[in-house]
């Protein structure tokens, strides 16, 4: 790490990583695109042109070039899909353009280490210092502190720290953590795309998806239509409007009707992917070095969207665990579907998150998506790899998969989820309080019965950690009042 600091655990490596922000990789091959759709909303592709969010954008350059404090902070926050990543991303390209040093900052909880390597964190002839924190809500507070200690930011330089998160919750103790140390710090809402009468922001931003999306698959944009739908509520998402836009273009080409509602479309979605595993698996006959069938491909799709990437031991450890046979092949098997973003890592995860959610919540029993059936297995799934080993440690993957599930069984989602959560939590209440303040936090929004909710509260340590100060203080809101559901 040359010019900034690095704070590591003695026993776990790294709080968090540093890293030169890397713009979007070129797209690769169309017919590779097309072939499982997931690629095709993966961000990191930029399949789409950025379009919209004009003000958005505005307000972010003119945060960045005011006078003012030299360190100065702002939480962009909205729902999963609203876009917060592209915009990052839009704003952070414009920012480099004008001189500025981007750089990432990743907790090390969501991300594996990757091989040695030299960053140059050096701001000679930078003109400021943009740093990126993504997820920043899921970061324990303490960690975040680390952070912002780092001597990167503590340059005579302008220095702009823009922090991602998908609700304002955990914002104003990070605020006061800001404040301590004489920086700026302002939040901006994403708010949901408007639909007026006239052509909205909606019909734009689904008009440029499905021309987009039509390129990739060769066919002419003209004379695919919107859905009806559009209006709902639900399309208030920016990713909501790409899917739609993608489910139109493929079932246009296929000959198929897309679905209306958003619980379809990601489901008609989802039926792609696993129709490409099943071609696959079909195309061994032909000399295709692929051997995994498509259940065991969509149980291992369901294991990495809750580990997310690790390495391969760790990797083939979590697959023995379920009892899978041949788990160096169906690892291999799965890096040919979801390549690996990081060398000598496997278990890619669905992208995005959005989709790896509603993945997890129609493989579950209990929803009513009519044509798509959920999975004996899920259950027995979920509940191993939540449960502690033989030592009493939890699983390192604990915060993922329960952030994961307690955002698909969040209000006006998958309510069905939160039975699968209520089981695992009544087995072992403390995992909540181990996943960390963002997972209770998100808990006191489900509708999770009082006992559950005391339960989960007496698992709390008895001398204050400041990590869990905001999520104990909802949780004990909802054991006493009620979940904002129940309410």
């Excluded at 072939?35 to 095709?40: E, K, M, N, V």
């Excluded at 639909?195 to 998806?209: E, L, P, W």
């Excluded at 998402?237 to 619980?263: F, K, N, Q, S």
Aim: hydrophobic residues 40%; negative net charge; charged residues 20%.
């Amino acid at each position: 790490m040359v010019g900034a600091d690095l704070h590591v655990f003695p026993d776990r490596g790294p709080v968090y990583l540093l890293t030169e922000h890397r713009s979007a990789r070129p797209s690769p091959d169309d017919n590779w695109l097309t072939a499982q759709p997931s690629r095709l909303l993966n961000a990191r592709f930029q399949v789409v042109d950025f379009t919209g969010r004009d003000r958005e954008l505005s307000r972010l350059e003119a945060w960045r070039d005011r006078l003012g404090p030299r360190l100065s902070a702002l939480w962009l926050h909205g729902p999963g899909g609203q876009g917060k990543s592209r915009l990052a991303a839009q704003f952070a390209a414009r920012s480099a353009m004008a001189g500025w040093k981007i750089v990432d900052a990743t907790h090390s909880a969501v991300t594996v280490l990757p091989p040695p390597a030299s960053q140059d964190m050096r701001l000679e002839s930078a003109t400021g210092l943009l740093m990126i924190v993504d997820y920043a809500d899921r970061w324990p507070p303490s960690h975040l502190a680390w952070l912002f200690s780092n001597a990167l930011l503590h340059r005579q330089i302008p220095t702009r720290l823009l922090l991602l998160a998908r609700s304002v919750k955990a914002w104003p103790a990070v605020r006061a953590s800001l404040e301590h140390m004489q920086s700026d710090a302002v939040d901006l809402p994403l708010q949901p795309l408007t639909d007026q009468a006239g052509r909205s922001d909606r019909d734009r931003m689904f008009t440029v998806a499905r021309d987009c999306f039509a390129a990739g698959y060769g066919v002419a944009d003209a004379v695919i239509g919107p859905p009806s739908s559009l209006h709902r509520p639900e399309f208030g998402l920016v990713l909501a409007l790409h899917i739609a836009a993608l489910a139109t273009v493929d079932a246009h080409v296929h000959g198929d009707r897309p679905p209306e509602d958003m619980a379809h479309l990601s489901s008609y979605l989802l039926d792609r992917e696993r129709k490409h595993w099943t071609q696959l698996h079909t195309n061994q006959y032909e000399g295709l070095d692929f051997r995994t069938s498509p259940s065991v491909m969509s149980r291992t799709v369901f294991t990495a969207a809750l580990s997310g990437a690790t390495t391969h031991p760790k990797g083939a450890s979590l697959l023995s665990a379920l009892h899978l046979d041949s788990t160096d092949r169906v690892l291999a098997d799965h890096a040919m579907c979801y390549p690996p973003t990081e060398t000598g890592t496997v278990l890619e995860p669905l992208y995005p998150d959005r989709l790896a959610e509603d993945f997890l919540a129609l493989a579950l029993p209990g929803h009513s998506v009519t044509g798509y059936s959920a999975e004996s297995w899920a259950p027995s799934t979920v509940e191993a790899l939540t449960r502690r080993d033989a030592n009493g440690e939890p699983p390192e993957h604990i915060l993922r998969a329960l952030t994961f599930l307690t955002a698909a069984a969040a209000p006006g989602r998958w309510p069905h989820v939160s039975t699968h959560l209520r089981a695992i939590l009544r087995a072992d209440p403390t995992l909540a309080v181990t996943a960390g303040s963002a997972v209770l936090t998100a808990l006191a929004d489900i509708d999770l019965d009082s006992g559950l909710l005391e339960a989960v509260e007496a698992s709390f340590p008895e001398d204050r950690h400041t990590d869990l100060d905001n999520g104990y203080r909802r949780h004990h809101s909802a054991a006493q009042c009620g979940t904002p559901e129940q309410n």
